[in-house]
């Protein structure tokens, strides 16, 4: 039985049609108030990024990516979406646990591994992912998390269904004896 559970992007992407006009005012407003260089210098690049994150945002929202996936849970693998990482596929059988854990005010799901050097070696293709992943293993314990709170769950325990997939397909289901070395 597959579960897909997707990003809340239309909450972000709503929410950036009302927070980037309010920056893009406020941004020039800041480029004609009468004070220094500096202050009119910050005003412009406020009113370039915000105007960008608003057009980027719209683009998204007339595309109709508000329904983009996160996370895919199949018999075979479970299958992240980061929006930081890219796409890739981790079988159960390389999970060894998982936690639920909290940074800042961000809820994050970390995919605890049996070879996390080997996840990071096969997944980490530029140096730039293989950092990141080197710094969420130091971060969080694992090169494998998800942040939680932008992924509409639907009231479902993710954890907690997520143990029921290892549980169901992971190196334990394949032997009675515990999960089996490598």
């Known amino acids: 039985m597959n579960r897909i559970y997707y990003y809340k992007m239309l909450r972000m992407i709503l929410i950036l049609f009302i927070a980037a006009p309010a920056m893009i005012a406020a941004s020039i407003y800041v480029?004609?108030?009468?004070?220094?260089?500096?202050?009119?210098?910050?005003?412009?690049?406020?009113?370039?990024?915000?105007?960008?994150?608003?057009?980027?945002?719209?683009?998204?929202?007339?595309?109709?990516?508000?329904?983009?996936?996160?996370?895919?849970?199949?018999?075979?693998s479970l299958i992240i979406n980061a929006m930081?990482?890219?796409?890739?596929?981790?079988?159960?059988?390389?999970?060894?646990?998982?936690?639920?854990?909290?940074?800042?005010?961000?809820?994050?799901?970390?995919i605890q591994l049996y070879d996390p050097q080997a996840f990071i070696d096969q997944h980490g293709g530029s140096a730039i992912a293989r950092r990141i992943m080197e710094a969420d293993m130091k971060c969080v314990g694992s090169p494998c998390s998800v942040v939680l709170s932008n992924i509409d769950t639907r009231e479902?325990?993710?954890?907690?269904?997520?143990?029921?997939?290892?549980?169901?397909?992971?190196?334990?289901?394949?032997?009675?004896?515990?999960?089996?070395?490598?």
């Open 84 to 110: 930081s990482k890219g796409n890739f596929a981790v079988k159960w059988s390389d999970i060894a646990d998982t936690l639920t854990t909290k940074i800042g005010n961000e809820r994050m799901l970390v």
């Open 31 to 76: 480029i004609f108030i009468p004070i220094g260089i500096i202050a009119k210098v910050i005003g412009y690049i406020g009113a370039v990024f915000f105007s960008l994150c608003f057009i980027i945002g719209l683009r998204n929202f007339l595309r109709g990516e508000f329904g983009r996936e996160a996370l895919t849970l199949t018999p075979a």
């Open 156 to 182: 479902d325990d993710i954890e907690l269904i997520i143990k029921q997939y290892i549980r169901k397909y992971g190196r334990s289901a394949a032997h009675d004896d515990g999960p089996a070395q490598n």
